[in-house]
């Protein structure tokens, strides 16, 4: 199974329980960050965390 086919599957296994998936939007970042059961401003807070590139692994 590709990997693209197997983080599909995994993320609708995640929707299932309950579980939001947030990627990182830059080709070839391997960041994703899951999570449930957390307060709206925590949701906000992990989802910009998720897709702020500069904030997890661009280089300068």
């Known amino acids: 199974m590709n990997d693209s086919l197997r983080d599909r599957v995994s993320d609708a296994v995640a929707l299932l329980t309950g579980t939001r998936t947030v990627r990182c939007p830059v080709l070839g970042c391997d960041v994703r960050i899951r999570f449930r059961a957390v307060t709206p401003d925590e949701a ?5 965390l998720a897709t702020d590139h500069t904030r997890h692994g661009a280089k300068p």
């Open 44 to 48: 906000t807070r992990l989802t910009e």
